[in-house]
């Protein structure tokens, strides 16, 4: 069963404490991004990655680290320094362009609402 | 970057068709346009993408003109499970997800 998997579905963070959110995909895509979104808005890009090992900022980085040691998995590490991490945060991944194909379809997770304590 | 304009929410009764209008003036020659749908508490899923003219698939259908300013996604016959949050994307470097159009369809 193809498809991108966040863990947990709820988190909830102490104060100064950093906390990881978990996104495997198993659907073989290159590129894997993060996004938060906020109640009645849009989604906002926080990062973003193309290949293993690389990965660059999106709009909301602050606050926010990643990692791509590998191809499945894209962790996103919400740190002390993001100051009102509540939001609801989903995991995407798309496939690489192939011409003539339909482009840049983006797939995502279930999505994982954090909140403070 | 391709920036769009959506009205913020629309209303419609069950059996209806809902068409919404998204302007993109200037989109990339080579940028496909994309929407999705999004319902509370779940990540947005794929409805259907085109370039030019019309396209259709089983869920929706979208019109294009020709100079691709703006498009329109048209749902037919809606029902209150299409009430739900609708996003329109020109394809660019980087997806900007912006406000959307909440769509309410009443019995």
């Known amino acids: 069963d193809g498809g991108i998997t966040q863990s947990p579905k709820y988190l909830f963070r102490k104060e100064g404490q950093n906390v990881t959110l978990s996104c495997e995909q198993n659907?073989?895509?290159?590129?894997m991004y993060w996004y938060r979104q906020d109640p009645g808005q849009g989604l906002r890009l926080i990062y973003y990655s193309q290949i293993v090992n690389d990965f660059q900022k999106g709009d909301i980085a602050e606050g926010y680290s990643v990692s791509r040691e590998k191809k499945e998995s894209f962790p996103l590490t919400v740190t002390s320094a993001q100051k009102n991490p509540t939001a609801f945060y989903l995991c995407?991944?798309?496939?690489?362009?192939?011409?003539?194909?339909?482009?840049?379809?983006?797939?995502f997770g279930a999505g994982t609402r954090l909140s403070v304590l | 970057l391709a920036k769009t304009t959506q009205p913020i929410s629309m209303d419609s009764y069950e059996g209806q068709e809902v068409n919404i209008t998204c302007s993109h003036n200037?989109?990339?020659?080579?940028?496909?346009i994309t929407w999705y749908q999004q319902f509370p508490s779940q990540g947005p899923r794929f409805i259907i993408q085109g370039y030019k003219t019309k396209v259709t698939n089983e869920v929706a259908s979208l019109f294009i003109p020709a100079d691709r300013k703006s498009s329109t996604l048209s749902l037919p016959r809606v029902s209150l499970s299409d009430t739900a949050v609708y996003y329109c994307l020109p394809e660019t470097g980087k997806l900007i997800f912006g406000q959307g159009t909440t769509l309410q369809v009443k019995p």
């Open positions: 995407a991944s798309s496939p690489p362009r192939v011409a003539g194909l339909a482009k840049n379809i983006q797939y």
């Open positions: 659907l073989n895509h290159d590129a």
């Open positions: 200037n989109i990339a020659t080579n940028d496909y």
